[in-house]
């Protein structure tokens, strides 16, 4: 029984659907609302865009930082690793 209710439920919301798009005004609401949510999408993708340059900016910076540090430090640490003292 609970099956038919929900098949009867679904009907009369697609009739109900159908009528509201024959409805010019709602056509209209409806066209309004895509455009509108086109405009957001392409908004929040250009966000998303310029927060990932930002945050790839910001790692080839301090990957480089991190390569000037790391450098001199395995340098020392061949020294240390063939016996001698390493230099500050």
């Known amino acids: 029984m609970l099956h ?4 009867a439920a679904g009907v009369i919301t697609g009739v109900v659907a159908m009528q509201l798009i024959k409805n010019k ?4 609401a409806l066209e309004k ?3 509108r949510l086109r405009e957001v999408t392409v908004s929040s993708l250009q ?6 340059a930002r945050a790839r900016t910001q790692l080839a910076s301090d990957s480089a930082e991190i390569d000037t540090v790391i450098e001199p430090a395995a340098g020392n640490l061949e020294k240390i690793g ?6 500050s």
């Open 25 to 28: 005004s709602t056509r209209t």
């Open 82 to 87: 063939n016996g001698e003292e390493a230099s």
């Open 4 to 7: 038919f209710i929900r098949f």
């Open 47 to 52: 966000a998303i865009e310029n927060a990932s």
């Open 33 to 35: 609302t895509q455009d």
